[in-house]
């Protein structure tokens, strides 16, 4: 009998190691979190199942995972210190799973099989010899406070050309707005200097060549940009009376501010640059992410004025204790009045501890400078005040500056101005990067071979041949 029970015993324990065993060794996986992240789960059996996570595109390796449990074909990891969660059944060398993050319920697969590093296909960026002539060269503000890395592409023609800056969009970003391998701005500069224009693209604050701190306002970008008329001023080959602005996203936000300060700015083209108050424009862009993440049009309504609420006590706050305490009076106030299944999954709150965890998210945003003056702007009293010719384009697809009220609140402000020339463009089928989609989510910019859609180039070179040259 005694023979009999520790055989029993032994067999158990033998496919209990059989069962652990077969989720050793690295899994490699995508989450789809607003954007696509690789994930890959490192997974040893040292008496005990252990196991750590690679997050590569965040720079983030061997977070520790403080809790490996398998059963048969079932493995649950958890990973505390980012408040996440992985649960998966094996089955043919797949694990399918769910991540729960934040009370989000996110669809994952993994495999052994490490994904072959996909060779990005873009066409459009441009390749020497050019046409005209492209340099690199560095430049300083008034004071030589900051030094400024940039490329100048002019048209070979011996004479004078009108001139476009080109000024990026939110975050520190080089001359090129490179994102996904694409390099949005150096195909605009290549179209438009082999049209007769020449372009100036300078790295951001901190990024590249440039110095300066990158804690800054887009008041601070705006004289930046107006270091960058000033050389291009100094420039024989460029014709003073026709240097214009082309400003993406926040760029838009800054072009009409620098037009504002200085009376050498002939023109002024938004693309998808705000024309409401950024708050308003944040509060639509978060619920149209939540809709491409699969939250139900009703939840993603009901979180919507939650998170308007608590980025407004952020721009008003007095301190940031102060920030905290009306954080959780306005998390509990909603709470309240929003089912609990709507709390969970739109913010992963489920018990005090899980609302810290929130909470928190939002507070660190509090000594961002750079974010306390984007939040509270309101674009609509700069875009009131222009003289300059302004052409406005967006696209119909774009989830991050959404077209419709965009659009209107820029022509309603214009309306109001002395700008005798301007047009508003809304073009079907694009998204934020003016590029032809199909899901239209941030995570979809990668995958588009197309850098920036031709009609739309081929659009603001006519403008400019109408308006400008």
Known sequence: MKKTLLVLIAALITVNGLAQDQFVGDWFGSLNVGQELQIVFHISNNE?????????KQGAKAIPCNEVIAKGNTIIINIELIKSRFSGTLNNGIIKGNWIQNGMNIPVELSKQKPQKTVLKRPQTPEPPFSYNSTNLIYHNKDKSIQYGATITVPAIDKKHPAVILITGSGAQNRDEEIEGHKPFAVIANHLTNNGYAVLRIDDRGVGETTGN???TS???????IAGIEYLKSRDDIDAKKIGLYGHSEGGLIAPMVANKTKDVNFIILAAGPGIPVIDLMSEQNYEILLKMGITDEMAKAYTPLYRDIMSILTTAENKKSAEIKIN??????????????VAITTGISDEATQKVFANQFLKLYDSKWLKYFISYDPTPALKKL????????????????SKSNLAGIESALKKSKVKSYEVKEFKGL????QSCNTCNTQEYGKIETTFEPVVLDYITDWLDENVK
């Open 329 to 342: 009076n306005t998390i509990n106030s909603w709470k309240t009045r929003t089912d609990k299944q709507t």
């Open 431 to 434: 998204n934020h990067l003016f």
């Open 48 to 56: 005990a199942l252990k196991a750590t996570l690679d997050v590569p």
């Open 214 to 216: 990158t804690n800054a």
């Open 387 to 402: 003289r300059c010719k302004v052409l406005a384009i967006n696209g119909d697809n774009d989830i991050q500056v959404i």
């Open 219 to 225: 008041a601070d970008f705006a004289e930046d940009i």
